[in-house]
């Protein structure tokens, strides 16, 4: 599932950008390449998978990338997104049970502050993994992460660019990785690493971006408070009496005002049916209540039509507990229109997912 929903927003990310770029011979979108090191460690994030012990995985890497310069990819985001491809070899620190691994990813990375020689930007991305080393019932035991040789990586990031000259930059970024096959065999525990990369990056012509700022000072929005009402629906991945996969539905209510730049705090409630929790209950011989509600405070940025935000949840309404009270969810939303707004969110306890979403939201103003 994780796999699935990063998928749809990677590529409705590309695709509305691409469709704002402009075809006109005057605007060049240079091609850029990089070059970079990474190193991380490996979450133990299940019991079965504390026999391997503690791993620092490390990897060696290549990128190549289009940084598009037109207005229209400006005003999509605010920003000047880049397209590419990562070609990355990683050593797990673990040759006997985890190998090694050759890790191809599609990205997208919008750029922000450009005007600046310091600047930042964030990733996402996902692709396609030949890994070395599957679970073998005789051979490989311990690999409880993988069984398959094919896997899917994906991984999401927020970096700083130093700008040298307009055509050489130092990078470094902060990325959370997940590999797994997606189900297509098991065991398939996946791999979870946090990890740092740096690199060195030179466009192949000079890059002089474009300041469609031009007073120096960004503008308030015109509208500085939303309040919206959103509907969403996904799938959990608990395991319950056998089964491994059950539905999540929900509604929300959320309040943002513009702070600053494109900053905005928001705060709301959401009331959460998981059904897993329901065939949980069941099985226990309980009659408590499913349901679960909680208060949201947290923080976005507005960027053009796109908002990312970053919320924490504190249960108000919880009967049946067996997760913490408090918990992390990351929303990305498209605007389709002034009042129609669509997009996925991830909820998590900690560094553990609880449920990706589908949702779709009426903003009031």
Request: with cysteine; hydrophobic share 40%.
């Amino acid at each position: 599932m994780l796999r699935f929903f990063s998928t749809i927003s990677l590529l409705f990310f590309i695709y509305s950008v691409t469709a704002q770029i402009e075809t006109k011979d005057e605007i060049t979108n240079p091609s850029v390449l990089e070059m970079h090191i990474d190193y991380g460690f490996l979450i133990n994030h299940s019991s079965s998978l504390r026999e391997l012990g503690n791993s620092n995985p490390y990897a060696l890497g290549v990128d190549w990338g289009k940084m598009l310069l037109s207005p229209k990819a400006w005003e999509f985001c605010s920003c000047f997104p880049k397209l590419g491809v990562s070609l990355t070899y990683w050593n797990w620190d673990n040759p006997d049970a985890l190998g090694h691994g050759l890790l191809a990813i599609a990205y997208a990375e919008p750029h922000f502050g450009t005007q600046n020689r310091l600047n930042y930007f964030f990733r996402m991305g996902l692709g396609a993994a030949y890994m070395t080393h599957p679970y073998d019932v005789e051979e490989n035991p311990l690999n409880l992460s993988y069984s398959t040789r094919l896997n899917f990586p994906l991984l999401v990031g927020a970096g700083v660019n130093y700008r040298l000259s307009n055509s050489w930059n130092l990078r470094l970024l902060a990325k959370y990785n997940h590999l797994s096959n997606g189900g297509i065999s098991s065991p398939n525990k996946g791999l979870n690493f946090p990890t740092l990369s740096l690199g060195v990056s030179k466009s192949l012509a000079p890059i002089n971006f474009p300041d469609f700022n031009q007073n120096g000072k960004r503008e308030a929005p015109e509208d500085k408070a939303r309040l919206s009402f959103t509907h969403f629906s996904g799938w959990s991945n608990a395991t319950v009496g056998g089964k491994d996969k059950f539905y999540v539905l929900g509604f929300a209510f959320n309040y943002s005002r513009w702070m600053v730049g494109r900053s905005a705090l928001t705060g709301g409630t959401e009331w959460v049916y998981d059904y897993s929790r329901r065939e949980q209950i069941a099985l226990e011989g309980r009659d408590d209540s499913f349901l679960k509600a909680a208060v949201l405070l947290g923080h976005e940025f507005w960027l053009g039509r796109v908002t990312f935000g970053q919320q924490l949840g504190v249960y108000y309404f919880n009967k049946y507990r067996i997760n913490d009270d408090v918990y992390q969810r990351y929303v990305l939303t498209y605007d389709f229109s002034k009042r129609i707004f669509g997009g996925i969110s991830l909820k998590a306890h900690r560094h553990v997912a609880d449920f990706f979403d589908f949702r779709v939201g009426y903003r009031f103003y």
